[in-house]
């Protein structure tokens, strides 16, 4: 199966924004080595010490540093955007990296209603125009505006040979029946809902293959993984999620991924166990053995052509290792299909 990487830029304690954002190119150069299909990066504004608020920026810095796996927003918050606006960007990173870059498209806030505020005049009035923004961005792509409309007498340059692959992102049935019905790619994020994905990706499914006979379907599932030598090294290192996760609720609170020490030596309630467990269990967690059996248990609920992973833990080298492990069990889920 092909497996892909979700970076977010957490900012792990003990470490700098800079840090964090030199961790997510380290990160992408060895997704690369180790033959992961693409690498996208979200796009977040002042929300739980994550340090990259503009994707673009990102992806043209990850770009200059490697030469093959694909890059993209996952994803650029549309409803804050003129399409116009975006269209230029991405097609200028797609000249400068042909046919490598992705443009994943979503409607959250992705921060505070401050942050929308300070970001949009109207952020609802954006996420109401979310799907006319979608067929207006189309359109510049594609160059196939009407001649009497007035957006026909402009281009988003520089127009590159092949433009960026686009794909639609959500964890809802209202966003899956809006990728059928513009003919998108769908991306679903199975980490952060607990929807019946397998059902929503399967009416996608159907409902593009009703409205766009002949169009190729597309299914990329995030999923959620830390893979280790040993489980319990694993769920060791999931501590330092699940006590981040706990701090969001608290805005006082320090907001950088602390370490697995500091999250060890927290003290736990009976209901912070309860609360370590169910994210255990929304989770692919554990040594190869578990997570091949894990991810196998999901493909066959899915059957999707690609899985992006995303891996918060606090050490940028149990991260990369997580990857390097994942991808060894991928290959041997592979050998044992044949």
Not at 31 to 51: I, N, P, S, T
Not at 241 to 249: P, Y
Not at 262 to 271: D, L, S
């Amino acid at each position: 199966m092909k497996l892909s990487v979700l970076d977010q830029a957490p900012i792990s304690t003990g470490m700098s924004e800079q840090e964090a954002l030199q961790a997510m190119i380290d990160l992408a150069k060895h997704a690369e080595k180790h033959g992961y299909e693409r690498f996208w990066v979200a796009e977040h504004h002042d929300l739980f010490g994550l340090a990259s608020p503009n994707p673009s920026v990102m992806i043209s810095a990850i770009g200059a540093q490697t030469e093959q796996i694909r890059l993209g927003a996952g994803a650029v918050l549309l409803p804050y955007y003129k399409p116009f606006s975006v269209a230029e960007t991405y097609n200028l990173l797609a000249t400068l990296y042909p046919n490598r870059i992705d443009l994943g498209l979503g409607r959250a806030p992705g921060g505070s209603a401050e942050v929308s505020q300070a970001l949009s005049d109207n952020y609802l009035a954006g996420v109401r125009e979310f799907p006319a923004k979608i067929a207006e961005l189309q359109s510049f792509f594609k160059q196939d505006f009407p001649e009497d409309h007035p957006f026909s007498k402009i281009t988003p340059t520089p127009v590159p040979p092949t433009p960026p692959d686009v794909w639609l992102l959500g964890t809802s049935e209202k966003s899956a029946k809006l990728a059928a019905e513009k003919g998108m790619k769908y991306a679903f994020g199975h980490f952060m809902t607990d929807v019946n994905g397998p059902e929503i990706v399967t009416n996608y499914r159907k409902e593009i293959k009703r409205k766009h006979p002949g169009k190729q379907v597309e299914v990329i599932i995030a999923i959620s993984v830390i893979c280790a030598d040993t489980t319990e090294e694993a769920e060791r290192l999931a501590l330092s999620q699940w006590l981040w996760k706990k701090r969001q609720n608290d805005p006082k609170s320090d907001g950088r991924v602390p370490s697995v020490k500091e999250a060890e030596n927290y003290p736990m309630t009976k209901e912070d166990e309860k609360d370590f467990t169910q994210m255990k269990e929304q989770m692919i967690i554990g040594d190869p053995n578990k997570v091949r059996d894990q991810l196998t248990k999901l493909d066959f609920e899915y059957e999707a052509d690609e899985y992006m992973v995303i891996t918060i833990v606090h050490d940028p080298i149990a991260k990369r290792h997580s990857y390097t492990l994942l991808q060894e069990v991928n290959k041997n889920i592979a050998r044992n299909s044949r």
